[in-house]
T-cell receptor, first 114, second 110 residues
């Protein structure tokens, strides 16, 4: 299946813990994103990487650290989790040279911080 | 700064009725506008791009630069159209990240 995949799908953890979410795309895209969807379903960009380089960091707390080991992967590590971090996190990818400028989304990771 | 506004959080229509989901945007340059849809328990997926001027699943959307709007329309709603709809804008810059509206939950009643 060609797609954007994320693991885990659900993540429940205690305040103060450190956790990671992984994203992989096998679409051959060179640009990847992390979006956060809050409890009111509002979607907001967090980070964007192009060819493993960070190009967008939208005033996200530095407890959030994205890492792109290669063009196909963009992981999100979160330190010292807080209650307000509870949300659904979506990974997306895009081919920067593509005519359609379409982003393909992963299924989301629902993070619950207790 | 770029902003997308979807004034209706919830919208219910009866099957067979016309439906219009409103979207207004604010952007100083030439934006690219999209409609994304999220069906229940599924991932977000692209529905329409303004550049393509296409009709997908009976939906159309026209970019009105004068009114800075990109409303989504369908003449006859179907129950399977029930979903969350997001209007999104892609501005300039290398990232071409999406700025989303707050979404409209459409429910088509039988």
């Amino acid at each position: 299946d060609t797609a954007v995949s994320q693991t885990p799908k659900y993540l429940v953890t205690q305040m103060g813990n450190d956790k990671s979410i992984k994203c992989e795309q096998n679409l051959g895209h060179d640009t990847m994103y992390w979006y956060k969807q809050d409890s009111k379903k509002f979607l907001k960009i967090m980070f964007s990487y192009n060819n493993k380089e960070l190009i967008i960091n939208e005033t996200v707390p530095n407890r959030f650290s994205p890492k792109s080991p290669d063009k196909a992967h963009l992981n999100l590590h979160i330190n010292s989790l807080e209650l307000g971090d509870s949300a659904v996190y979506f990974c997306a990818s895009r081919h920067s040279g593509g005519a359609r400028n379409e982003q393909f989304f992963g299924p989301g990771t629902r993070l619950t911080v207790l | 700064a770029q902003r997308v506004t979807q004034p209706e959080k919830l919208l219910s229509v009866f099957k067979g009725a016309p439906v219009e989901l409103k979207c207004n945007y604010s952007y100083s340059g030439s934006p690219e506008l999209f409609w994304y849809v999220q069906y229940s328990r599924q991932r977000l997926q692209l529905l329409l791009r303004h550049i393509s001027r296409e009709s997908i699943k009976g939906f159309t959307a026209d970019l009105n630069k004068g009114e800075t709007s990109f409303h989504l329309k369908k003449p006859f709603a179907q129950e399977e159209d029930s979903a969350m709809y997001y209007c999104a804008l892609s501005g300039g810059g290398s990232a071409r990240q999406l700025t989303f509206g707050s979404g409209t939950q459409l429910t088509v009643l039988p």
